[in-house]
């Protein structure tokens, strides 16, 4: 099973869109089997409250499930939990890697760098743009997507591969 976990700064708007994003296309591609999606935030600020109205109604609007995610915070532990531990901007790469340490496996990562993008996804909740939010973020999961199924693939850890 491949362990992704998404993080951002309260765990309301962006880090809770990639979870479902990212869940849905495993979904569509019937490997969700072979997956375990969750979200977190490097901050406390929004502990227990659940996904902001704006990822909602945008996720309503792209026909994309949205569960009853409640904010958590990272921990330390979450680094042996999870493979990949993918932030939305490079002030959350800094607070994931002072929360867990050394990123000695290098399983901390941006989730544009998967499209080869070195910018950040910009926060909704200041900007108010949520339609931007979320095609940075399908384009970041695209990507992502089709670098754990390769590496999965080559590593025969997926049972069947379903394409898109």
């Known amino acids: 099973m491949i362990k992704v976990l998404f993080i951002c700064h309260g765990n309301i708007c962006r880090s809770p869109m990639a ?8 979904e569509e591609r019937g490997i969700a089997d072979s997956f375990y999606i969750d979200s977190a935030a490097t901050s406390t600020e929004e502990i227990g ?7 909602r109604r945008k996720l309503a609007e792209v026909g994309i499930p ?5 904010a958590i915070q990272l921990t330390k ?4 939990k ?6 939305m901007d490079s002030a959350n790469i800094r607070n994931i890697n002072r929360i867990v ?3 000695s496996e290098n399983k901390v990562y941006k989730l544009l760098e998967f499209a080869n993008l070195q910018r950040d996804i910009a926060d909704p909740w200041y900007t108010g743009n949520f339609d931007q939010t979320y095609e940075d ?3 970041g999961c695209e990507c ?3 670098v754990l199924v390769s590496h999965a693939t080559l590593d025969g850890n997926l049972d069947k591969i379903v394409k898109a």
């Open 49 to 55: 409250n659940g996904v902001h109205y704006g990822t």
């Open 77 to 80: 532990r979450d680094y042996e």
């Open 19 to 26: 979870q479902y994003v990212l869940q849905n296309m495993v």
């Open 101 to 103: 340490g050394d990123d």
């Open 144 to 146: 992502l997507l089709e």
């Open 82 to 87: 999870y493979d990949y531990l993918i932030g």
């Open 66 to 70: 949205c569960g009853n995610h409640k």
């Open 137 to 139: 973020i399908v384009a």
